[in-house]
């Protein structure tokens, strides 16, 4: 079955350190997003991409965040200069189409990003 | 104004009891629900989604959704140990994503 892929699983860094998230979305979709949690808390939308731009963003989503697909396959989230309030659990998801017309985002299992 | 609301729980039910789990949302503009399901540590799998008024079955899943009174909910028939887990109340608020509630944690008792 296919399956949108994360790596890394875990990642540790040091505050103001840059960071790379990368997730291999399921290769017919062409919606993609990051989402993050941080522990005990919701499910947060960070920014959606499609047709090679940013369709939509959060405003937890600012200036230190970047996304990127820099082949075909693959789909990145930069952040600069990390802060101890970055650290969460970072999903990848993508979808066939829209959720109102598709019903379903499929999510990785998640990059574990912790800031030291 | 949050946009999605849920009980946090834990709600706790015993094995082969129903569950009922239920959600409020803000926007009137909603059109699309989602009932997703969290085990600790892991990523959000989809249960089902609902569109329209009424009731939606899935095997021991039923979703039923009014958006008069801006509620969705989800019925789990039956269940079982494997079912404790969060669950997640997310909606399609006419951005290109879905927003999600805060979960509420179920837990069947053996």
């Known amino acids: 079955e296919p399956e949108v892929t994360q790596t890394p699983s875990h990642q540790v860094t040091q505050m103001g350190q840059e960071v790379i998230l990368r997730c291999v979305p399921i290769s017919n979709h062409l919606y993609f997003y990051w989402y993050r949690q941080i522990l005990g808390q919701k499910v947060e939308f960070l920014v959606s991409?499609?047709?090679?731009?940013?369709?939509?963003k959060s405003e937890i989503f600012d200036d230190q965040f970047s996304v990127e697909r820099p082949d075909g396959s693959n789909f990145t989230l930069k952040i600069r200069s990390t802060k101890l309030e970055d650290s969460a659990m970072y999903f990848c998801a993508s979808s066939a189409g829209l959720p109102a017309n598709t019903g379903e985002l499929f999510f990785g299992e998640g990059s574990r990003l912790t800031v030291l | 104004q949050k946009e999605v609301e849920q009980n946090s729980g834990p709600l706790s039910v015993p094995e082969g009891a129903i569950a009922s789990l239920n959600c409020t949302y803000s926007?009137?503009?909603?059109?699309?629900f989602f009932w997703y399901r969290q085990y600790s540590g892991k990523s959000p799998e989809l249960i089902m989604f609902i569109y329209s008024n009424g009731d939606k079955e899935d095997g021991r899943f039923t979703a039923q959704l009014n958006k008069a009174s801006q509620y969705v909910s989800l019925l789990i028939r039956d269940s079982q140990p494997s079912d404790s887990a969060t669950y997640l109340c997310a909606l399609d608020t006419g951005r290109r994503a879905l927003t999600f509630g805060s979960g509420t944690r179920l837990q069947v008792q053996p």
């Open positions: 991409f499609y047709n090679n731009e940013i369709s939509e």
């Open positions: 926007d009137r503009g909603s059109q699309s």
